[in-house]
């Protein structure tokens, strides 16, 4: 059955041609030169502003903070459709994502969206029940730049393993059109069309939208998903900038949780199965909106104003947990689970930067007020924790339906407002040391009000952040730096914050690292380097006197070495190399029965990850092969429960048939490795990707 999104996604796919020759701009297609990506000296982007670890227009090289930018190119080259797929293969982060939180990372010994926060163009979707659903597929993005470690000072609380920061691609009067079609194997399919082009004399419109489906590398394993992004900039004067982008997503992924173990291995021979009910859901639909000013009030002065508004629904029905019945090999199913969630979050950012010297030295500084108030409601089946159980075969030949004892009904309403007060400032005391300091208030509320009880909570937070620096540039092209930050991750998601947990204050985490970044002489490549230290302090653990009750005072900590480098050794070579080996632990923590996990490392914290990449590029054609490593994982705290380490490769090659047309294969998991990327439970594994095929073609108009 067609949806009525996809039709929109249609009339807009059709409608773009017409756009690229608003106002009769003529169309002007430029050659693709493979030869000149390969000799530029920007492949990490040290010398590009970021803006995800800084708003104060700095270059990379001059931040004192581990941050990474992944183009467009690039993630095309390795054949990354997701994000989430292209954010792995940066330095030190592995992908958790899983049906329950959406997309999730692991990053500097820290899990989750409750710790390594999301955003896009820097405007985050405040966190709720753990889980994150956008942004997803790569297509209308220009970048994705990530910040490791502590990003309080820039995002709020949420994100003491760091932040990804997906950049979108801008509107331009200069017309221009861009599409990809591909297909793969397992009926996998793929479509996208993007625009732009100038409105009127003082405007630029760009839409993008995509499709994306298949049948899944597991049984039932369907999959599909439709968005739109539309950005509209006007520019009335040399100095006033305003920018309006709406968008709507509809994603529909793999209802999927993994296999049980057999005698705590996985079992090859269920590499295929997918114990969900045939009438499973998982829904994820998006609308956002927002409008941004930007005013040059002088040379050195500049006042920006952002308001969003953002409409998120969510809707799972699922049987979730399993185990095998060795006496009968079937396999027991529990879990019967229906949620959804209704969240909708407004707010607005406020922020004056300078570029003016102070005392005769170079001077950048910004300070703004940021608000955001989300109403969320919370609907679920288990409130009286009674759970249908079921049996099928090993095999799954009759999956079952979906059943419950209780209905699904309103569990509970929060309205969350969080406010915050930011400042930031460079100050270069010679032309070789930048000293930077960054500060940030916040003041969150939240009132949550259950439909089922009398209970309900009414809580306030006030966590500080700061995060000050040093850079020291020997020459141009080689910095050394060290910051010392602190930020905080909350027990639980705030904005769904349960009675149970509104006792515990936030968690704090304080960060020490030392790094160094160098771009080499000759375009010949760029490389990074550091090493870092976070302790996070009031984890929940149990109380040393009486197990039974939960109290904040467990301490968890990680410490690292990170490398990476893009290197271009002779004409026509490129190698994308990075590592990053982690020491992560719980110093104090009291788990059931007084049981000390004090040593233990964290649940799907590797301790090494590793990602290499090697192409060859002609002027016509390229070809390229990479390897991702991640190490030894533990499924629970006891460490009791391994997952095992594993490296996938993957392959693609490309060949340029004109200066308008790429026909591009790539080749995932080249080897047909059976893995485990993440845990659902400490018996349950979630099983990578098996081998798969996609060719595309990619097309300039």
Known sequence: ????????????????????????????????????????????????????????????????????????????????????????????ISDISNLGSGVAYSARGFTGNDSVGQAEDGIRLLTAAST?????????????????????????????????NSIRKAPSRESSI??????????????????????????????????????????????????????L??????????????????????????????????????????????????????????????????????????SYWFNTRRHWRNVETFSINNATNTVDRSDYTEIKHQQKQIGNRFELASIADAFGHKNRWSAGYEVARVDFKYFDNFYNNNDPSSNVSINNSNPGYFTTIDPTVADFVSKTVQQSLFLEDAFDVTNQLKLSAGLRQDWINVDHESRLTTTGIDKEY???????????QTTPSTAFYGQFSQGSDPVSSIVTLRPRNGAFKLTSAQQSELGIKHVLPEAKGELTFAIYHIVKDDIITRDASNPTLSVQGGKQSSRGVELSATLFPVNHWRTDLNMALVDARYDALLEAGGVSRAGNTPTNVPEKIANAWVYYQQAS????????????????????????????????????????????????????????PVSYNAQQFILGESRRVELTAELAF
């Open 1 to 92: 059955m067609i949806k009525s999104n996809q039709l929109i996604t249609a009339a807009v796919l059709a409608a773009l041609p017409n756009l690229a020759m608003a106002d009769e701009v003529a169309l002007t297609l430029k050659d693709v030169s493979v030869e000149s990506s390969v000799e530029q000296d920007t492949a990490l982007n040290l010398k590009q502003p970021n803006s995800t670890a800084s708003r104060l227009g700095l270059n990379a090289i001059d931040i004192p903070a581990s941050v990474e930018t992944l183009d467009i190119e690039t993630i095309r080259m390795r054949g990354d459709i997701n994000i989430h797929e292209a954010v792995s293969r940066t330095t030190g």
């Open 132 to 164: 994150l659903t956008y942004p997803s597929d790569t297509w209308g993005y220009q970048s994705v730049e990530v910040l490791r470690g502590p990003a309080s000072v820039m995002f709020g609380d949420g994100t003491v393993g760091g932040i990804v």
């Open 178 to 231: 861009e599409a990809l079609v591909g297909t793969g194997s397992r009926g996998e399919y793929r479509a996208g069309i993007g625009g732009t082009g100038a409105v009127g004399e003082i405007g630029a419109f760009r839409a993008d939208a995509s499709v994306t489906g298949g049948n899944g590398y597991v049984d039932r394993g369907e999959h599909d998903s439709q968005k739109i992004m539309t950005n």
């Open 233 to 306: 900039l006007l520019s009335p004067t040399d100095d006033l900038r305003i920018n309006f982008t709406l968008d709507h997503s509809d994603e529909s992924p793999t209802r999927y949780t993994g296999i049980p173990l057999r005698n705590g291995r996985i079992d090859s021979s269920l590499r295929k199965e997918n114990y969900n009910i045939r009438d499973d859901k998982q829904s994820f639909t998006e609308d956002r909106l927002r409008a941004k000013v930007e005013w040059q009030l002088s040379d050195a002065l500049k006042l920006s104003n952002v």
């Open 462 to 472: 006030s966590p500080f952040a700061y995060r000050f620096g040093a850079v020291y």
């Open 621 to 676: 054609w390229e070809a390229g092969i990479g390897a991702r490593m991640v190490g030894k994982r533990y499924a629970n705290n006891a460490n009791t429960s391994t997952m095992q380490g594993y490296t996938v490769y993957d392959a693609s090659v490309a060949w340029r048939v004109n200066p308008k047309t790429t026909l591009r294969g790539n080749l995932r998991n080249l080897t047909d490795k059976l893995y485990a």
